[in-house]
Each structure stands twice: as C-alpha cells, then as structure tokens.
C-alpha cells in the first residue's frame, strides 16, 4: 500500500507508555505522526501553538513535523504511532 508508514511504535498502554512520550519532546525533520487509540481515550498536548486533542478509537490525531507535544492516558487505553515521510490521508 502507497500510504503504508515507514515506521510504528509498538503498541503502548497505560503502563507501557514511555516517559520520553509523556513528556515535552518534539517530531523530526520531514516525519508525520499518527497517533492512533486502540482502546480508551489519550491527551495529546500541542504547545506551540498551546492546545489539547482527546485521541479515541475512530479519532486519530496527526502530528507535524518538528512539533511540540507531550501525550497523557485518560485512563486505561492503548495507542500506536505511525511515522510517515508525508501527510498521513485522512481516515487512516
């Protein structure tokens, strides 16, 4: 598939989420995120400009490059994140 990533995490939960993601830490050069919640609901954290996502099952949120973030579970969830070299389409 085209649209494929060239890289995903694997899939974390509420335990397993690395302290590297929750806390502030920024995408690199020419890389897109896919955050993508298997189960429950995840707090993605932009800073610049400053504002919060609810990430859910059938919500995905993608990433910039080199943007600012940090990412906190609501609870139990898991969450995968898929890195792209172009803007994710929509719905994937």
Known sequence: MLDEPYRSTPIF?????????????????????????LRGTLKLAILEPP????VTRGAPAVILPEQALFVEPMGPMEMQIDFFDHLPPPGE
């Open 13 to 37: 939960d509420e335990v397993t989420l690395p302290k590297a993601l929750r806390r502030d830490h920024r995408t690199k050069v020419g890389t897109w995120g896919l955050i993508r919640v």
């Open 51 to 54: 504002r919060e996502i609810l």
